[in-house]
């Protein structure tokens, strides 16, 4: 059945593409275990796709420069696939998935293919799904994955370590070229873009870039060394400006990895792919566990209570799940 279903996404049929995401997606146990053999199944790309995650401040202009490279990229003959990792609610589960409107030209773009998946408020979840979409898209012979994240959080820690370029888009007044993002985002980007470099609205929006794209790379370089310093440049994801540049830049770096580079680099993320399988799939069989159903709702209720720290709590739960706790064990501890 998954054989017939792979053998449609190397043949490149969007409806099967879709239906293979949708199920490498799924957390229900009949699903994982399906998606497995799909993946297994999927024919290995002639060459390896360009993996490039992108993430930004709120308000950087995510959605509107991927179109707008995306749109670029398909005119030169690319297939693209864009992957919006969005942020899914701990309690309902529910996301935004509204890329597709934020992105109608590359939407509608019969050599691009736009999916929002949802996070599912884990970042195991977000490993999985993500870097099994990605084989999906590459097994369909998109040569280009884009991957737009949530926004600075641990989330852009887990998709740098699935792709081949880190860019990290920035604006200008907003202080990050000094201190006001995160130094560790900064430590993962390979390419640095100012956007919104443009004078829409009469305001010396392109000027201001160019002076924080200064400010920046002089920071980068204090920090990292001359050498090592990501390449900061600007650009506007509304006029293009400086878009084609941006990509050149993804280019320089995957040249500057060379073919062995890239592939230890792959290599690496393979294996930590593997442990966040492990995490991932150790967290869903602890929520499955009948033991640990057993004793979740007095646990609840003596934490909430007071009766129980949280650490006494955790070691009756995972005593539960190892198959030698019950509820009559959660009364005796003090």
């Not at 099967?16 to 995401?21: H, P, T």
């Not at 720290?309 to 509820?327: E, K, N, P, Q, R």
């Amino acid at each position: 059945m998954r054989g017939g279903l792979a053998e449609e996404v190397a043949a490149g049929r969007r409806a099967a593409v879709s239906r293979a995401i949708t199920l490498v997606e799924s957390s229900r146990l009949e699903h994982r275990r399906e998606a497995r053999e799909l993946v297994a199944a999927l024919p290995a790309p002639d060459r390896p796709a360009v993996r490039v995650g992108i993430s930004g401040v709120p308000g950087v202009g995510k959605s509107t420069f991927i179109e707008t490279l995306g749109v670029r990229l398909t005119a030169a003959g690319h297939r693209v696939g864009v992957l919006a990792v969005d942020p899914s609610s701990r309690r309902t589960g529910g996301s935004v998935l509204g890329d597709k409107t934020r992105m109608p030209r590359l939407a509608t773009d019969e050599r691009a293919f736009v999916r929002a998946s949802p996070s599912a408020g884990t970042l195991g979840g977000v490993a999985r799904a993500t870097s099994q979409a990605m084989l999906v898209l590459e097994a369909a012979a998109y040569d280009v994955v884009l991957i737009e994240t949530v926004g600075v959080g641990q989330s852009e820690t887990t998709v740098a370590g699935m792709v081949d370029t880190f860019l990290f888009l920035t604006l200008a007044r907003t202080g990050d070229q000094l201190q006001g993002i995160k130094r560790g985002i900064l430590e993962l980007a390979d390419v640095i873009a100012v956007n919104k470099a443009d004078d829409v609205g009469g305001d010396d929006r392109e000027g201001e870039a160019r002076t924080a794209a200064r400010e920046l790379a002089g920071a980068l370089r204090m920090v990292h060394g001359r050498d090592r310093a990501p390449a900061v440049v600007t650009c506007s994801g509304l006029t293009g400006a400086g878009v084609d540049d941006v990509w050149q830049r993804i280019e320089d770096h995957r040249v500057r990895l060379g073919a062995d580079g890239l592939a230890r680099k792959r290599s690496h993320q393979q294996l930590d792919f593997a442990w966040e399988l492990v995490r991932d799939e150790l967290e869903h069989r602890l929520r499955r566990s009948e033991p640990v159903r057993r004793v979740r709702a007095e646990v609840r209720e003596r934490v909430l209570g007071g009766e129980l720290t949280a650490v006494a709590a955790a070691d009756l739960i995972l005593a539960a799940y190892d198959g030698g706790g019950d509820s009559g064990q959660v009364a005796e501890v003090n």
